[in-house]
Nanobody, 123 residues
């Protein structure tokens, strides 16, 4: 079983930066693909970014590519989402996700979810 705990959310002005962290428990974390999703009020949850088990392959949604970067630290069992040049439309609850497979395949439902962390970007 894998448990995911997000942190790092908060309130930031447009153009600012935040770094989200997702701490994972469980011995098999290092073999799993990990990712981030977000859900804004009144909208469906959407994919943000994903990273393969060894960090060698990453995926970023078009809406965040060039501004957000996903990474992972195996020694710390932690996945990060560095968010730069934030926009008001980035405001959402951000969720960490994990897949039992080693690679992310678009459209594949995640097997594990964190509880979410709020990110609010003011204009």
């Amino acid at each position: 079983q894998v448990q995911l705990v997000e942190s790092g959310g908060g309130l930031v002005q447009a153009g600012g930066s935040l770094r989200l962290s997702c701490a994972a428990s469980g011995r098999t974390f290092s073999t799993y693909a990990m990712g981030w999703f977000r859900q804004a009020p009144g909208k469906e949850r959407e994919f943000v970014a994903a990273i393969s088990w060894n960090g060698g392959t990453t995926h970023h949604a078009d809406s965040v590519r060039g501004r957000f970067t996903i990474s992972r630290d195996g020694a710390k069992n932690t996945v990060y989402l560095q968010m730069n040049s934030l926009k008001p439309e980035d405001t959402a609850v951000y969720y960490c996700a994990g897949w039992r497979g080693s690679y992310y395949y678009p459209g594949t439902e995640a097997d594990y979810w964190g509880q979410g962390t709020q990110v609010t970007v003011s204009s």
